[in-house]
């Protein structure tokens, strides 16, 4: 009705001009409403997850703030990590306490200042997918989750295929900036969240001592 509206308005305007003068008008309207579509339109979800940035192998540092409904601040931890995505993860933190989790292909396990490595039952799944996010695998992350854009521009969200990582988390929100994974949010069922802002540089092989805590 808007369109009909304008081409009338047209047509009273310059009421001399032939048939095929008002063809032209009109076909020129149509034109430029369609580019005025195409301009519109946003990269979609999936689309934009795959301009990020692929990093089979890299390091970097963290900062972890943790959101429990209970509590009016944040539990925030820092600490550094390296990948690669043949032999797995290994997460260090430093602050407030000494830790590592390390993901290899036998399972994860966790070590602390107090305690020897020993295995981590349950969690291995999610940790797999939080090095399947840190190195850009977007073909597993396919496997495991649909996408969806965030309220965000810059973040792309990601909802649980499978009742396994459904039951851990609500959704998962991957935050990019310049085709690189800058921060991880993840939202869990009972309000809590666990904001991640990450710095990470590729590495043409892992640091022999860091390799062998992988074997």
């Known amino acids: 009705m808007k369109i009909s509206a304008v081409f009338l308005g047209f047509i009273i305007v310059f009421i001399t001009m032939n048939a095929a003068d008002v063809i032209a008008i009109e076909q020129a309207a149509i034109n430029n409403n369609s580019i005025g579509l195409k301009e519109v339109q946003t990269t979609g979800p ?6 990020l940035i692929s990093l089979p192998l890299a390091k970097g540092t963290f900062e972890q703030r943790k959101y429990f ?3 009016k601040q944040p539990i925030v931890s820092t600490g550094e990590l390296h990948f690669d995505q043949e032999l ?4 260090q933190t430093h602050y407030p306490i000494s830790s590592v989790l390390r ?8 070590q602390d200042a107090v305690s020897a490595e020993r295995e981590v039952k349950g969690a291995g799944t999610m940790t797999q997918v939080l090095m399947n996010a840190l190195s850009g695998n977007v073909r ?3 496997n495991e989750f649909s996408f969806q854009s965030s309220t965000q521009s810059t973040c792309i969200s990601l909802l649980p295929k499978e009742n396994l990582l459904a039951n851990i988390m609500q ?3 991957l935050c990019m900036v ?4 800058s921060s991880i949010v993840l939202f869990e069922h ?3 969240r666990t904001e991640i802002d990450i710095n990470l540089s590729a590495l043409n092989e892992l640091p022999e001592a860091i390799s062998a805590q992988l074997q």
């Open 69 to 71: 409904t209970v509590l």
């Open 190 to 192: 009972s309000g809590n």
């Open 46 to 51: 999936l689309e934009q997850l795959k301009q």
């Open 171 to 173: 959704t998962i929100d």
């Open 178 to 181: 310049d085709n690189k994974l």
């Open 140 to 142: 597993a992350l396919e």
């Open 103 to 110: 993901l290899k292909k036998s399972g994860l396990y966790m």
């Open 88 to 91: 797995g993860l290994i997460w």
